[in-house]
């Protein structure tokens, strides 16, 4: 009985240790577009054909951002609870799923002859 406990804690840790990984998987990844779409912007800063990779990388580096600080704060009370921090985890994983489907769907945008740029969203 004990080691059908110990088994069941062994994998609860792995699955605990496995979206760990991904989770800082995915904050390094959001962090790397960001820096590149910055690194891009500056490259066609002045550019009308730049306007909509700037919105773009605000999306993103915002993205990022709330990534980072979630990511510390997780980082923060995995040191001090273990079990409350693989909570915090799941409640910011349900957070953005939450603001995924909540997010509006941009398509057909358009710029003209001026430099105006117009989106549809959904």
Known sequence: MEAQAR???DRARQAASRADAEDLARVE???AQCDAITASNKKHAGNIA???LAL????ICTVSERAVK???RYEALRSQDPAAAAK???A???AREERRRNAPVITNC???RFGNTNCISR
Do not use: C, S
């Open 29 to 31: 990844n959001l962090r």
């Open 88 to 90: 915090e985890l799941e």
């Open 56 to 59: 773009h990388g605000i999306r």
């Open 7 to 9: 088994a069941v804690e």
């Open 70 to 72: 979630d990511r510390l």
């Open 110 to 112: 358009t710029t003209d």
């Open 50 to 52: 730049g306007f909509p």
């Open 92 to 94: 910011q994983r349900a």
